[in-house]
Every structure is written in structure tokens, then in C-alpha cells.
């Protein structure tokens, strides 16, 4: 069956897309670039070991890096010469990564989380790049600001993410619909697979990490007791599916519809939170959801709706099928 690549696609439905410029498609471009050599070092992850690169100097005279500071590097190498940044922002980095001035600047803001769920990589398990593109509020050619950077989810031109599994594949939506890619080792191409994906109305899944039951509140609890019960709206209980990697979690939920959650709790007593990023994982991951039919939400408010205070700001985050969050919601509505 034929099939073409994420930039064929993207210049076909150039007419719906504002997005189908010269330089966004140069910025979609290099992050496939990025991923695919990201890719090829999280194949071969458990060759280190075998091949007793385990030092701080390899083989070859290089340092030999944890693989998310190396998925880290390379985003910000490939990215920041691309001509079309004037900034970026990483979860690994505490502050904004400025672009170098010996490269030409762009209008694109970039967050990205460069390897979710990295503390999975030892046990073979999917990991993945998250990212997520906006515009520079202010006028170019000034520096960039925090208030550039610090922008609503809904501001987002673009979102996408990678996933390292069995195969690799991009998802990614520029809101106007949202669809996938397998990395075609063969031809070293990301190929249309999931056209159009569309997340099922009510889910099958829950994931959760269960074992925080006695930190949470009330409500979170009776949330956590719906998905289980087999006197809930779909008449039997979810199944638990829960592996420690949200976009691995994401993308079954979003394919075979369910529900991820990371509410709130309070380990630390003195100050209850969520633990997911709002800009690099929560807002990217809430605007795919929507473009797919479902919802994003911390528990009462839309996440797109939320103005970040600043970059690093965590959020309780339930995200999936249309109805399974709208059911959430309620029960913290109602409260206790
Ligand atoms: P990170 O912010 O340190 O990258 O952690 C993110 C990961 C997610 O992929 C995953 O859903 C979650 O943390 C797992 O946390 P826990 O072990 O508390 O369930």
C-alpha cells in the first residue's frame, strides 16, 4: 500500500493548515531528524551494558550520556540551528534555552520533554519525546521573554509526540485532526498509518499509579472507585493497565480509548500536588486529546485553559475519553 510521510501530508492538507509553511515544516523536519536519531540510541539502550559502555568515557573517546540528557543534546543541537526558534524550553533544563546568536532566529517557541518516562528504559518498556510549538508574542527581533514562553495550551500552533516502542511513531496535530506515523526502518521514514485517529466516546482503561491511594483526597479516591466498579456507567469494571510511562499510557488510551490519570496528592503534606509539567507533558498531551474527540482537564478546569505562572508549574492531570473525564469532573465537583 503506498504511503507518504508526515511532510506529504502535511503539504497536502495544506489548505486546512495554516500550519503548512516553509518554516514550520523545516521545524516539523528537524524533529523528525532528532527523533529518528533518538530513536536508533534507545534501540540499542541494552547493548550498553553487553557492550560494557558503561563508563564515563566510551570506546571511541566519548562521553557517554544517560539517555535523556542525550536525547536532550540532541534536540537542542539539531533545533537551535534550524532558523526557526527564538527559543526553547526543556524539562530538563531549569531555565529558557536561548537561541545562540551565531543562527538565525524564527517566530517558534519550542517545549519539549525530551524522553518521558526515561527510569523505564533499563526494563525495555515505550518511552517517548513529547513537544509542543507556539508563536512569540512579541515583536521579532526583540529578546525573548517569559511571557513569550508562558502561554495558555490553546495558544499551541502545534503538539506532538514520539514513541519509542515496538515501533516508533509520531503523533502529532496542528488542530486540525490528529494522525500518526510508523518509522519505516527500511526507507528511515515516518509513513501515515493512523490517519485521522479518533479517541472512543467512553474507554475500556484506566492507568493510575494506585499505590498513592492513601495520599489522596476524597474525591480522587470515589474517581479511583468508579473505574472499578462493576456498578459504573459502562457495567463492569475498567481494566487497570499502568506502566510508569504516560505517553506509553497516552497513546493506548488514546487508540483503544481510556483514561490516564495523575491527580494530586499529598506525599508531601505540607503542600499537595500533581507531578506531571504542564508545558511539556500536560498541555501538548491535552491538545492531541481534543483534536481527538476527547478531554483534558486537572479535575475542574480545562488544562488548556490554564495560564502558566511559570515554566516548571506541575498539574494534576486526568486525561482520555470525552465521557470518562466529564464523569471525573463531576465527582470533584461534587466534592467529598
Ligand atoms: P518525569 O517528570 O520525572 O519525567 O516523570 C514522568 C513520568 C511519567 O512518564 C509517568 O507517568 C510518571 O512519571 C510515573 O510516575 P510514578 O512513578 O509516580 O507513577
Known sequence: MPSITVIEHLLLHQKESPMATGRFTR????????????SR?????????VLGFT??????GEEVFKLDEFANRVLIHRLERAGVLCAMASEENADLIEIPSAFPAGEYILIFDPLDGSSNT????????????????????KS??????????????????????????????TGQGVH???LDPSVGEFLLSHPQIKIPERGKIYSINESYWNYWDAPTRQVVSYFKSPDNERGQPYNLRYIGSLVAGFHRNLLAGGIFMYPADNRDPKKPRGKLRLMC???PLAMIVEAAGGMATDGKMRILDIEPQELHQRVPLFIGSKKDIQKVMAFYQKGS
Open 27 to 38: 521545524l516539523l523536519n528537524e524533529l523528525i531528524l532528532a527523533a529518528k536519531i533518538i
Open 41 to 49: 540510541e534507545v534501540n540499542k539502550a541494552g547493548l550498553v551494558d
Open 55 to 60: 563508563g564515563e568515557i566510551n570506546v571511541q
Open 122 to 141: 533499563e526494563s525495555n518498556v515505550s518511552i517517548g519525546t513529547i513537544f509542543s510549538i507556539y508563536r512569540r508574542k512579541s515583536p521579532a527581533g
Open 144 to 173: 525573548v521573554t517569559m511571557d513569550d514562553v508562558l502561554q495558555k495550551g490553546s495558544d499551541q500552533v502545534a503538539a506532538g509526540y514520539f514513541v519509542y516502542g515496538s515501533s516508533t511513531m509520531m503523533v502529532y496535530t
Open 180 to 182: 500518526g506515523f510508523t
Open 281 to 283: 507533558k500536560a498541555a
